[in-house]
């Protein structure tokens, strides 16, 4: 019937997601998930290589969500990262979350802010359980701290 279809036009359409980049929401994201930065944006690793993200201390399985809306463009293994998402915000931003367990979804899945991606894993040859994060913008790493909320 025309009500029905007219009914469901109007659900696709508040189910398109805009992807409108990361400039409006500086300092106003949330985190993607709940623990303590182990490692902050910058901080020497071992090998002499400067962290382009943070290491966020958290229980195995916990919710890793989606700091804005997006579209997932990677989910896979990546070595010395483990499961690996990525979703693009648009705009050139793009967020990384890796040494997840679990990838609950998929290359192409529209994503709304606050949705989980993954949970929380030690994958990748992590010593403990925890959330790699990293935010870039036209391919260089900028400073999650900076961008989200004070912990």
Not at 25 to 39: I, N, R, T, V, Y
Not at 99 to 126: I, P
Not at 127 to 133: C, D, K, P, Q
Request: hydrophobic share 35%; charged share 25%; with cysteine.
């Amino acid at each position: 019937t025309l009500v029905t279809t007219i009914e469901e036009l109007e659900k696709e359409k508040t189910q398109k997601i805009e992807l409108l980049g990361l400039n409006k929401s500086k300092g106003k994201l949330d985190w993607p998930s709940k623990g303590k930065l182990e490692h902050t944006f910058g901080q020497r690793k071992h090998g002499g290589i400067d962290w382009k993200g943070v290491l966020i201390g958290a229980k195995e399985g916990t919710n890793i969500n989606s700091v804005h809306n997006g579209q997932v463009v990677f989910a896979d293994w990546l070595k010395g990262y483990g499961w690996v998402i990525v979703v693009d915000h648009g705009e050139g931003f793009m967020s990384l979350y890796g040494h997840a367990q679990t990838l609950l979804r998929d290359v192409g899945d529209m994503v709304r802010e606050g949705e989980t991606l993954a949970l929380v894993g030690q994958s990748g040859g992590q010593a403990s359980s925890g959330l790699y994060f990293e935010i870039r913008h036209k391919g260089r790493a900028v400073n999650p701290v900076k961008w989200c909320k004070r912990i």
